[in-house]
């Protein structure tokens, strides 16, 4: 093998050891942390460094690198560990993934069933709204919410006024059925964390990620391999990923060919997303990759930031589009129920869209870094 001739300044193997041995440690912290609460913070808690996201967020880092940097680690410690990291990813996301599409749903309805108040504002004005009662307990997201609304393009001509009527007629029983549903799915996904959390499958993880804090395993080569090149294929995936999207189409904040399926039997997912969620993950997994090389203190990159925003807000109104059509399909609902879901699906598919032109707006933007 011919000799690399190295930049000193040019990270190595040595930078991405240092890198996994600080996400072991958050880990560690977060799962102690974790443990000495009791899971309480993972109840509705708004804190951004509570155990179980802090959990979520070094797990994600760990599992990202072990993927880019797969050339660097020992094949088969790094093969054993990501598909168990994954699992622990999905497992710990998924109680969190419910309350949001809860309230955001409910919001929606709130906005769509006729109130002249909008989700950013106070939780007492939303009250006067057919369905307030639902919606009044879940203001702490209205903010949120009402950001990613203000931001995107203005809907779509408003409905006459008997569609209005009949919409809030159902919005009340349509928020009422979402309640129950996302609840019932929060609790079981709540109780699937915390078996996960006390099984042996999760206390193997976690013993690899102790020994990682202290000892990360290396190839023989790697601590003088430079990164760059590994993290310079994973912008090029992204970069390849991004081409291939239906721009063009997403180039109008509105698009009716989103809504085709509308309300069909089918319960696969919306068969436009699947290439954009893919480009979310290629994103995060090159955000990751920058860290790596330049640490969790270097520059931000404006355009990525922005871009990762925008495709979470994609994520979650699909997310929440196929809610809505699942609960549309629940059997003996009343007309006017159906109704009501039927228009928060295609609000939430209008928002699909939205993010769409909001992420091509910001990706073609000058690349702009902070220090």
Do not use: C
Request: hydrophobic content about 40%; overall charge neutral; aromatic content about 4%.
């Amino acid at each position: 093998m011919a000799q690399q001739h190295l930049d000193p300044t040019d990270p190595t193997g040595e930078a991405l050891a240092g890198y996994l041995r600080a996400q072991a440690t958050e880990f560690l912290r977060a799962l102690r942390l974790h443990r000495e609460t009791g899971g309480a913070t993972a109840n509705g808690a708004e804190d951004p460094v509570d155990a179980a996201r802090a959990l979520r967020r070094s797990v994600r880092r760990i599992s990202a690198s072990l993927h880019t940097f797969r050339p660097l680690l020992e094949p088969d410690w790094s093969e054993s560990l990501q598909p168990e990291l994954a699992w622990l990813s999905g497992t710990l996301a998924m109680e969190h993934a419910y309350a949001a599409r809860q309230e955001r749903l409910l919001l929606a309805l709130h906005r769509l069933s006729g109130a002249t108040v909008f989700p950013a504002q106070s939780a007492a004005a939303a009250t006067s709204s057919a369905i307030g009662a639902v919606v009044g307990s879940r203001s702490a997201g209205a903010e949120r919410v009402g950001t990613t609304a203000q931001a995107a393009p203005g809907p779509p001509t408003p409905a006459p006024t008997t569609d209005r009527g009949n919409l809030t007629v159902g919005a009340a029983k349509a928020g009422a059925l979402l309640e129950r549903q996302l609840t019932l799915a929060r609790t079981r996904a709540h109780s699937t964390a915390l078996q996960a959390l006390g099984s042996s499958r999760f206390h193997a993880v976690a013993d690899k990620i102790a020994v990682l804090a202290s000892e990360v395993p290396l190839t023989p080569t790697a601590p003088t391999t430079p990164l760059r090149p590994l993290a310079a294929a994973a912008e090029d995936r992204l970069t390849d990923a991004i081409t291939a999207l239906p721009l063009v189409t997403a180039g109008s904040p509105y698009n009716a060919e989103a809504l085709i399926h509308g309300l069909s039997p089918d319960p696969s997912p919306h068969p436009q997303d699947a290439p954009w969620h893919q480009v979310r993950l290629l994103l995060r997994l090159h955000r990751y990759a920058r860290e790596a090389l330049h640490g969790t203190g270097g520059p931000t990159d404006l355009r990525l930031l922005t871009a990762g925003q925008a495709l979470d807000r994609h994520r979650d109104a699909s997310e929440a589009a196929a809610a809505a059509a699942s609960a549309a399909r629940t059997p003996r609902i009343a007309p006017a129920t159906a109704y009501a879901l039927g228009v928060l699906h295609a609000d939430q598919r209008h928002e699909v869209e939205a993010a769409r032109f909001a992420f091509q707006q910001s990706w073609q933007k000058q690349a702009v870094s902070t220090p």
